[in-house]
């Protein structure tokens, strides 16, 4: 594991200094930016005892390969990476239905950012994706996000399909989306312990996942479009299994 990484944007250094300041290398600011939100989190960063300095857009652009930084940057100390194993604590540790989000070959960190934050606002108790073939946490799925990738645990298991046997073992039924199947989404049974797989746009979920599952469901469409956009879509079933659970 590398010994520092960058993150970007207000959310996600703001979320990030409130939950684990201790993380905290440095702060770089935007040279003459002053508003409150930033001036909030310089101020907790010296608090912290975290060096600040100021520079130039053009550094801050460099330093994060990105302009979309707002103004505020940050070298950190990576957190822990989740494993199969913290999977099986954080389950045995519930006190409440599983609810879990697999994401399944998803490539591009703002389809995973956009995952993350809608699977903070449904309640979700953990992302999970293979660690091949898929997109990790980077610094642009963590400023997509806006703090979320800091509050829901993201486990990156080797063998998906062994891991959602696994959970199966564990009385979590395993619900997948694609779009030949039979029933949808709003016909379905979604109120007990539950994984929600969704796949990547285009090719879906892969052929060993698709047959682990228990139930595979749909989205309907009335349009001419054929499929969403995989964090449309996640937030679409996410927010029917909470409706159904809080019904």
């Given at each position: 594991m590398s010994k520092s990484e960058i993150i970007f944007g207000i959310h996600a250094v703001e979320s990030l200094m409130n939950t684990h300041p201790e993380r905290f290398i440095e702060l770089f600011c935007l040279k003459g930016r002053q508003d409150d939100r930033v001036n909030t989190i310089i101020n907790l960063a010296r608090k912290q005892g975290v060096s600040v300095q100021f520079a130039q857009r053009k550094a801050l652009d460099d330093k994060c390969h990105s302009p979309q930084h707002q103004g505020i940057v940050a070298r950190v100390r990576p957190a822990p990476v989740l494993n199969e194993n913290d999977l099986e604590t954080l389950l045995e540790n519930?006190?409440?239905?599983?609810?879990?989000?697999?994401?399944?070959?998803?490539?591009?960190?703002?389809?995973?950012?956009?995952?993350?934050?809608?699977?903070?606002?449904?309640?979700?108790?953990?992302?999970?994706a293979p660690k091949d073939k898929s997109v990790g946490l980077n610094a642009t799925a963590k400023k997509v996000a806006c703090g979320a990738a800091e509050t829901v645990p993201f486990i990156q298991v080797t063998n998906l399909a062994r891991t959602l046997k696994a959970i199966q073992q564990m009385g979590v039924w395993v619900v997948g989306t694609a779009g030949e199947a039979t029933q949808d989404v709003y016909q379905a049974n979604l109120t007990g312990p539950i994984a929600l797989v969704m796949g990547a746009e285009g090719d879906g979920m892969r052929r060993l996942t698709r047959e682990t599952c228990d139930e595979l469901i749909s989205i309907p469409m009335a349009g001419s479009v054929s499929s969403l956009n995989v964090s449309v879509a996640t937030g679409v079933t996410l927010f029917e299994i909470v409706r159904q659970r809080l019904a």
């Open positions: 519930l006190n409440k239905p599983a609810f879990l989000l697999v994401l399944d070959g998803i490539t591009d960190p703002h389809n995973l950012g956009a995952c993350l934050r809608t699977a903070d606002a449904a309640g979700v108790d953990a992302v999970i």
